[in-house]
């Protein structure tokens, strides 16, 4: 009796990944969550946070009874993953949109409007600066959804539709974030997989440097057609070779951690240098009307404007930075952080072969790094910059208010999306869909590709996809004779391709943009540009997956 009471004898749950006795069965079942979530939003055009939630109960009713998992460990994983939606992933929403809504209540917004149409005033080049190149920074730098929130915003300065914003900034944030994070996605990769970091860089560097050229030609054509998208190629050519090259150049001899930072520094200085010389024939504003004719107000003290303009985003840029720094955040992590088990189901989830190589038990922790996190960081800028520009303290409080009640549609939203993620990793959904992919054989490096896809669309993270699937990519990789780096590599490159559909990333450009509710407008926009990409990525890695000469190249 006493020995049935005691907490320590209770048994950790192994997961199944086949609970229907046929594999096409138990993945149809496992993919019904999602395919609810995405008819819900793109189909029906229900708002986020109504099909976050269909989305979250239906995964719950497929955990329960099909893959039979226990009604407290079901609970307990969604109570964690809708803990991880508030924080970190809404505390990093929630500050950029303080910081917006205080720029714009000090008027310093208008004057940022004016400077970059100081240094182009076609919205197709403002859109490559901004999209692509800038928030390829932020995405180095924060990720999560950072560089969509930053970049939305200001694009809608510049005159952009709001929907157009968010779904071109959705797009334009595909090749930056492989390494995204100060390099999280590939340092989590290694540490599933247990391969070298710096070979892990280098084939992810050579395999995504390709789509660092083609992905600002994509973004053009697809806000402006394929006619004016050819106008400005010679400024497209040059920001997405200087990207890629850069990127190239950084992830072969210095690792994952910096590659982002560097490369879109080096492309907004080059691009900029660049519209100094050179400019397109005709000027597009950003309802694509012809503006080429039409005079133009010169600003006389371009300097001082800009530098007022730039000031809140200088402070932002600073503070993410310096937050991002390895051994500043360790510090503050090591300092203040809690890391708080979950009692009950922490352990006690074993996730079983062949998804593993072996029974391994699921972690369940809940860190509350409120100082180290990067929200904390932009919400600290949000407040200085809100001092700079001359607002009162009582005024910052009153636009904090207003931001909160802004947003709070999208904390349910976010909080049921991350739910949903949790109860499909801790169920085994993740794996069970990853397994029938693995089931290709030689076209394996194709879907495989396409499991990281799946991953980031279903996570919104790249390194969540990378900790679900680094493992199985891994193993399914040896048994078909193909290169585990190669295949460890093409989940994080997939994945990329995934981070425009995911739903976390679209209800934060939603939000961002001042356009709650209109997802499924945006997901219909995104989701076909985002699978195209994804199989073009799955081509490209079976060609280096079955040419032995590419092979040994992208592994030197």
């Known amino acids: 009796m006493l020995l049935w009471q005691s907490p320590r004898l209770v048994l950790p749950w192994k997961q199944s990944y086949d609970p229907s006795h046929h594999w096409l069965i138990s993945a149809g079942w496992a993919a019904l969550p999602l395919m609810v979530l995405l008819v ?100 180095g730098a924060a990720g999560f959804g950072t560089p969509v929130a930053v970049c939305a915003t200001i694009l809608i300065g510049l005159g952009f539709r709001p929907l157009h914003a968010a779904g071109l900034a959705l797009l334009a944030n595909t090749a930056p974030v492989a390494f995204g994070g ?81 490369a879109s520094s080096v492309s907004i200085f080059v691009l900029i240098a660049f519209l100094r010389v050179w400019k397109p024939k005709r ?60 009692g009950g189901l922490h352990q006690m989830v074993l996730r079983m072969p062949p998804a593993v190589p072996a029974a391994a038990a699921e972690a369940a922790i809940f860190t509350f790094n409120w ?34 009640v802004a947003i709070r549609f999208t904390l349910v939203t976010i909080s049921a999306l991350m739910a949903l993620g949790f109860i499909t990793r801790y169920c085994g959904m993740d794996a069970t869909l990853g397994l029938a992919f693995a089931r290709t054989g030689a076209f394996y490096p194709f879907f495989g590709t396409l499991i990281g896809w799946l991953g980031t669309a279903s996570t919104g993270s790249d390194t969540s996809s990378n900790v679900l699937f680094g493992s199985l990519q891994k193993l399914t990789a040896q048994q078909v004779g193909v290169s585990p780096y190669l295949m460890a590599s093409a989940n994080s490159t997939g994945g990329v391709m995934g981070k425009m559909v995911a739903p976390q990333s679209i209800v934060v450009a939603t939000t961002a943009t001042d356009t709650y509710g209109t997802e499924g407008t945006i997901l219909r926009f995104v989701l076909l540009h985002s699978l195209a990409l994804a199989c073009l990525m799955g081509l490209f890695v079976s060609l280096l997956a079955y040419s032995p000469a590419l092979n040994r190249l992208l592994l030197r």
């Not at 955990?63 to 809708?82: E, K």
């Not at 714009?104 to 004016?114: C, I, N, P, T, W």
């Not at 340092?187 to 390709?210: E, K, N, Q, Y």
């Open 182 to 262: 100060i390099g999280i996605p590939i340092v989590a990769l290694h540490g599933v997989t247990g391969l070298d970091t710096l070979l892990l860089s280098r084939v992810i560097g050579r395999i995504i440097a390709p789509f660092c050229m083609l992905v600002p030609f994509w973004l053009i054509w697809a806000f402006a057609g394929f006619s004016a998208m050819l106008e400005i190629w010679p400024a497209i050519l040059i920001v997405g070779t200087t990207y890629g090259c850069t990127l190239l150049l950084v992830s072969t001899l210095h690792g994952p951690w910096l590659v982002d930072i560097a």
């Open 283 to 342: 000027i597009l504003n950003a309802a694509l009307q012809d503006v080429t004719h039409d005079a133009r107000i010169a600003n006389g003290n371009r300097k001082g404007v800009a530098m007022r303009a730039a000031t809140p985003w200088i402070i932002l840029t600073f503070c993410v930075v310096l937050w991002g720094l390895p051994f500043l955040s360790r510090s503050m992590d090591e300092a203040t952080s809690l890391r708080i088990p979950i």
């Open 371 to 404: 100082l180290s996190a990067t929200g904390t960081g932009i919400f600290i800028a949000a407040v200085l910059a809100g001092l700079v520009m001359g607002l009162q303290l009582r005024v910052i409080w009153q636009v904090f208010l207003q931001t909160v």
């Open 40 to 139: 819900a939003m793109a189909g029906l055009r229900i708002k986020g946070h109504l099909a976050a939630l269909a989305g979250l109960v239906t995964a719950l009713v497929i955990a329960l009874s099909v893959f039979h998992m226990p009604v407290h460990l079901a609970l307990l994983a969604t109570g964690l993953g809708a803990g991880y939606g508030l924080f970190p992933i809404c505390w990093i929403v929630f500050p950029v949109l303080f910081l917006y809504q205080l720029t714009v209540r000090a008027k310093r917004f208008s004057l940022l409007q004016e400077c970059l149409i100081n240094v182009t005033e076609d919205s197709r080049l403002q859109l490559l600066l901004i999209a692509f190149a800038f928030g390829a920074f932020f995405e």
